[in-house]
């Protein structure tokens, strides 16, 4: 990253990447039963919640090209360790940089149409490949907070007391320190 990056995509793709990767790291500290503890929020469990967040990347990227839809990796029998998702979601964070080029090239401000499965039946929307970026992008950003959720209710020493602060301004704040070496300082 420049020292100050610029560009809205860069910015909403490597955030969404590392804050996906924050909450798995907290996951990789509690057990495979509160892994797959079931709670009334979200999909259900950290497993499903982290899995829905690194499936719909792969999904919209598979959308925003027009290709067809990949089968999801949501359904894997077995399901996934969070080292397992933390692979996918270097995949999919990938994928999309990919997309964003693709996209870029064929114009952001192309319109596509996305056939979504709903419970009263397929709907078709129209949007910009603009718009699908932005939404894939800042789709996990509701399923994160559903995580946090999740793992203050498991009351896990360490991980539930020391949930950390992932908003994009986390992150700029330590790429920019990680660049140039300026961190910055609380006001008095």
Same mark, same amino acid.
């Given at each position: 990253?420049?020292?100050?990056?610029?560009?809205?995509?860069?910015?909403?793709? !490597?955030?969404?990447?590392?804050?996906? &990767?924050?909450? #798995?790291?907290?996951?990789?500290?509690?057990?495979?039963?509160?892994?797959?503890?079931? %709670?009334?929020? &979200?999909? $259900?469990?950290?497993?499903?919640?982290? &899995?829905?967040?690194?499936?719909?990347? %792969?999904?919209?990227?598979?959308?925003?090209?027009?290709?067809?839809?990949?089968?999801?990796?949501?359904?894997?029998?077995?399901?996934?360790?969070?080292? $397992?998702?933390?692979? #996918?979601? !270097?995949?999919?964070?990938?994928?999309?940089?990919? @997309?964003?080029?693709?996209?870029?090239?064929?114009?952001?401000?192309? @319109?596509?149409?996305?056939?979504?499965?709903?419970?009263?039946?397929?709907?078709?929307?129209?949007?910009?490949?603009? &718009?699908?970026?932005?939404?894939?992008?800042?789709? $996990?950003?509701?399923?994160?907070?559903?995580?946090?959720?999740? #793992?203050?209710?498991?009351?896990?020493?360490?991980?539930?007391?020391?949930?950390?602060?992932?908003?994009?301004?986390?992150?700029?704040?330590? !790429?920019?320190?990680?660049?140039? $070496?300026?961190?910055?300082?609380?006001?008095?």
């Amino acid at each position: 990253m420049a020292e100050h990056s610029h560009d809205p995509y860069h910015i909403l793709l !490597e955030h969404n990447h590392w804050a996906t &990767g924050v909450v #798995l790291d907290l996951c990789a500290k509690v057990t495979t039963a509160q892994w797959h503890q079931r %709670f009334e929020i &979200g999909p $259900g469990s950290l497993h499903d919640t982290i &899995g829905h967040i690194v499936g719909a990347m %792969f999904r919209w990227a598979d959308r925003i090209l027009q290709r067809e839809v990949r089968p999801s990796i949501e359904k894997i029998e077995g399901g996934h360790s969070p080292h $397992g998702l933390m692979r #996918l979601l !270097e995949n999919a964070s990938s994928e999309l940089r990919d @997309v964003i080029t693709e996209s870029r090239r064929l114009g952001m401000d192309g @319109v596509i149409e996305i056939t979504l499965p709903r419970s009263a039946g397929p709907t078709v929307y129209r949007m910009t490949r603009s &718009g699908a970026i932005v939404h894939v992008l800042s789709h $996990g950003n509701y399923h994160r907070s559903q995580c946090m959720n999740m #793992l203050r209710h498991l009351k896990v020493p360490g991980v539930s007391d020391a949930i950390p602060d992932t908003d994009v301004s986390e992150w700029i704040a330590m !790429e920019v320190a990680r660049n140039t $070496g300026f961190t910055p300082v609380p006001m008095p």
